[in-house]
Every structure is written in C-alpha cells, then in structure tokens.
C-alpha cells in the first residue's frame, strides 16, 4: 500500500500558505473538502504538524488553521519528517538464508542503496521550501484535466 502521508501533508501545508497569504479561514473541514481526504485522516496529519511547529491551530467556532512560521522558512523536508515519522523511503525484504553470494549480501546492500536514495530524496526536499512550492504551483496554474494529479 502506498503511503500518502507526505503528498497530503504538502497539499494541505500549501493550501494552508495559500489561504494565509489572501488572509482567509482555513479549517480542517475546508482542508478535507479541498483534498477530498477523510476529515479523520486531515486532523491526524494535523497533530504532527502542529507539534513540529508547521501549523497553528485555534479552537472553537471561529477557529483556524495558519502556518507556524512564514512559508519562506518551512522546508519541504520538514513536512516530509514531520509525517512520516522516520518510516524508510524503501523498505527492504527481510533477512532470507544465505544460500549463495547474493541471498547472503542482499538485504545488506538494498539497506545501503535505500539509505542513499532517501537521504537525495531529503536533499532535494531540504532545497526547496513552501514559498517556492506555492510560487511555483501559482505561476504553472495547471487547470487543463489532462495535467491533474489523477494520471
């Protein structure tokens, strides 16, 4: 199953940046419509983000959610750690018998070549932050359905 914590986290940090920077409400209920995500699973990504300083959230009837510290300064890394809770990129197969050169040395080896593979995945995602995320997604405006996230 695949894991999408991050690319919901992300969408729902940008939205929440966007919604700031025209000074409108952002709820969770917004959020989920938006996403079309279950409300549940919005309000568990909410708990780390909020603990990690990404959002803020206020209570109550006038409630909203905002950003923690201004887009400029949040790294799409820390999104990324903040959700997934050091769960590897690549999870590896488990130990098997050594049988031969490859079966006792593979496991190792995709260890290896996972770690490498993730700590690039964070160099880029370290680069680049929510400003320059929400710039570039504001100046693209991909609206034609064949650019949609759903291919």
Known sequence: MLDNRFPTALQMV??????????????SKILADGLDANPSFVRKLMV???????????????????????????????IYTSVTNDKPLM??????????????NACRFFKELAKE???????????RTVADALR???????????????S
């Open 14 to 27: 940008l939205c929440i940046a966007k919604a700031d920077s025209e000074d409108k409400r952002c709820t």
């Open 48 to 78: 780390p983000l909020t603990r990690d300083g990404i959002i803020v959230s206020t209570l109550g009837r006038c409630g909203t959610i905002r950003l923690g510290r201004p887009a400029e300064q949040i790294t799409l890394c820390e």
């Open 91 to 104: 999870a590896s197969r488990p130990e098997v018998p050594a049988r031969c050169v490859v079966s006792a």
């Open 117 to 127: 593979a993730e700590q690039a995945s964070l160099d880029v995602l370290a680069r």
């Open 136 to 150: 570039e997604i504001m100046q693209r405006d991909w609206t034609d359905t064949e650019a949609r996230c759903a």
